[in-house]
Each structure stands twice: as structure tokens, then as C-alpha cells.
T-cell receptor, first 112, second 115 residues
Framework: NAGVTQTPKFQVLKTGQSMTLQCAQDMNHNSMYWYRQDPGMGLRLIYYSASEGTTDKGEVPNGYNVSRLNKREFSLRLESAAPSQTSVYFC???????????FGQGTRLTVV | AQSVTQPDIHITVSEGASLELRCNYSYGATPYLFWYVQSPGQGLQLLLKYFSGDTLVQGIKGFEAEFKRSQSSFNLRKPSVHWSDAAEYFCAVALMNTGFQKLVFGTGTRLLVSP
């Protein structure tokens, strides 16, 4: 049972380039999330999807877009990367209520 | 606004000593509470959770946490720390929207274990 799988694990982008972070879960969870982790700031929610076909903004959505492709997959896109988007990105999934979130291993993104 | 506060950025504990990591939350209703641990370069692993019932909850790796409604706290404890416990620890609160929950995290406490 793989849980939550993120690709890639590492990425270096130049300012202005675009890329998509992929996330897939095999636990049949309804809800999926994208977080970013920065030193001293904990994890901040970028976007979430409460169920297949719905997405909504979290705390820090600017500069990002998401797609809930199906129940398993939830991708995060940076259209024009900026150095401020250098971070570690985590995807997570959970059932709707009363259960914990399961996290992927993270994607370390550097924008130069 | 709902928030989670972990007042200690770093804590150093001697191996074999006891540990308490503090967590305070601000939330209007009874929250769902979690502690996660993150080892270097890894994702987050759930240590324990509180939803309702007994306010002292047991988790993995010998950790426990106590929910105190009067203090809006959910502190994490371990009676005897092992070197492998060195990691970053995050407290989180689940905000319950209709049929859906979002997690709000504290800023984390980095635990260092000295020999």
C-alpha cells in the first residue's frame, strides 16, 4: 500500500518557468490537500479539494493552480515560478471527517 | 481566527529524560487535535490524535498527549526520550467545515536529544 505518492522529489526551476507537481493516493480518500513548508512557519495550506470535482483556496493560493483530475489525483501547478515559491511541498489526503491526514514524502522545489 | 501555537522553537533533552512539548489552540468548538512527527527529509507521520472521550491519548513510539479544555492545550509527553526521537514535531487542529476538515498546523518544535 503506497499511500500518498508525490513526484518529483526534487526540482530546480528558473524564475518564470512553469511546472506541475503530481500527487496520487490509493486509499480511496475523498479529500486532498497541498501544503507548503517553510522554516519557522510550519505547514500552510495552499489549496484543497473536499471531494472529486471541487477545489478551493487555502491560506496561500497566490501563484498556484490545482486540478483534481479524479478521486486519486490532485496536481499543483506553478504557472510562472518565483523565488518566493522555493519551499517543500506536501500533498496529503484524508476522509471527510474525523480522521487524520496522510502525507506524501514531499517535493523540494528551488526557484533560482 | 483559528490558530495553533507551539511556543518552543527548539528543545534539547538528554537521552532518557522526560519530554513535554507544548501546544495551545484557539478554536471556538471542541477541536480534533493531532500530533505529527517529521524526521529530516521525510513526510509527516501521525503520532496520535484526539477526537473525543478520554482526554489522555496514547500514540505510537511511547508518546501520549493530554487534552485540557480549560487551558486550550494539547501537550505531548514521553517519559523517556530516545536518540531516535530527534525530529520536528507539529501540533495540528482540524477545522470542521460542512462534511470536510482542514488542518491548521503550529510552527513546529525541533527536538534535539543529547547523549
Amino acid at each position: 500500500n503506497a499511500g500518498v505518492t508525490q513526484t518529483p522529489k526534487f526540482q530546480v526551476l528558473k524564475t518564470g518557468q512553469s511546472m506541475t507537481l503530481q500527487c496520487a493516493q490509493d486509499m480511496n480518500h475523498n479529500s486532498m490537500y497541498w501544503y507548503r513548508q517553510d522554516p519557522g512557519m510550519g505547514l500552510r495550506l495552499i489549496y484543497y479539494s473536499a471531494s472529486e470535482g471541487t477545489t478551493d483556496k487555502g491560506e496561500v493560493p497566490n501563484g498556484y493552480n490545482v486540478s483534481r483530475l479524479n478521486k486519486r489525483e490532485f496536481s499543483l501547478r506553478l504557472e510562472s515560478a518565483a523565488p518566493s515559491q522555493t519551499s517543500v511541498y506536501f500533498c496529503a489526503s484524508s476522509q471527510n471527517r474525523g480522521t487524520e491526514a496522510f502525507f506524501g514524502q514531499g517535493t523540494r522545489l528551488t526557484v533560482v | 481566527a483559528q490558530s495553533v501555537t507551539q511556543p518552543d522553537i527548539h528543545i534539547t533533552v538528554s537521552e532518557g529524560a522526560s519530554l513535554e512539548l507544548r501546544c495551545n489552540y484557539s478554536y471556538g468548538a471542541t477541536p480534533y487535535l493531532f500530533w505529527y512527527v517529521q524526521s529530516p527529509g521525510q513526510g509527516l507521520q501521525l503520532l496520535l490524535k484526539y477526537f473525543s472521550g478520554d482526554t489522555l491519548v496514547q500514540g505510537i513510539k511511547g508518546f501520549e498527549a493530554e487534552f485540557k479544555r480549560s487551558q486550550s492545550s494539547f501537550n505531548l509527553r514521553k517519559p523517556s526520550v530516545h536518540w531516535s526521537d530527534a525530529a520536528e514535531y507539529f501540533c495540528a487542529v482540524a477545522l470542521m467545515n460542512t462534511g470536510f476538515q482542514k488542518l491548521v498546523f503550529g510552527t513546529g518544535t525541533r527536538l534535539l536529544v543529547s547523549p
